[in-house]
């Protein structure tokens, strides 16, 4: 080989090394940015969770203080409930990548199982039936320990 060819493959050796370097490293920053993009995503559906949360235990705080009977109870139930699947829907179409896939499904679990909470409560207005209240306890319980669950997960992630 001559010596214009070796330096040349070698030239073109370099620029194609330099340039699978900067595809890899352009491939980590999207990486970033999309993780980066789902915790904030994730964080910001959390806070709606707590707030929607402390609202509801607002009005059912009015009911054990009397100021609202059974069915105006139910009336507010009824009312939460799609704000509650709308935060389900949040979470499920959130672009989850894989290293975050527990979490994410941790935290659908948690509001489903609130969402549940709910609704057996109202179950229990409506009928006096005990085991609705207590099923409503159990999901309450479950949905606190999915959310705690969620925040390990994620924190475990990175």
């Known amino acids: 080989m001559k010596r214009k060819q070796k330096s040349r493959i070698i030239t073109i050796g370099g620029i194609v090394a330099i340039a699978v ?35 509801y235990q607002g009005e059912e705080s009015k009911w054990l203080a009397k100021n609202y009977n059974n069915s105006t ?6 009312q939460y409930l799609p704000k509650y699947q709308e935060l389900v829907d949040r979470a499920e179409a959130l672009d989850t990548p ?18 549940q909470s709910n609704e057996h409560f109202r179950n229990y207005l409506v009928t006096g039936d005990q085991q609705e209240y207590d099923r409503s306890s ?21």
């Open 21 to 55: 370097l900067v595809g890899f490293m352009i491939s980590l920053q999207v990486e970033a940015m999309r993780n980066n993009k789902f915790k904030r995503n994730f964080e910001k559906i959390v806070i709606d969770v707590n707030t929607l949360t402390q609202q």
């Open 73 to 78: 109870m139910i009336s507010v139930i009824n």
């Open 98 to 115: 894989e290293r975050y896939k527990e979490s994410q499904g941790y935290l659908v679990s948690a509001i489903e199982s609130e969402k």
């Open 138 to 158: 159990d999901l309450l319980t479950k949905s606190l320990t999915d959310s705690a669950n969620a925040d390990a997960a994620i924190k475990a992630a990175g």
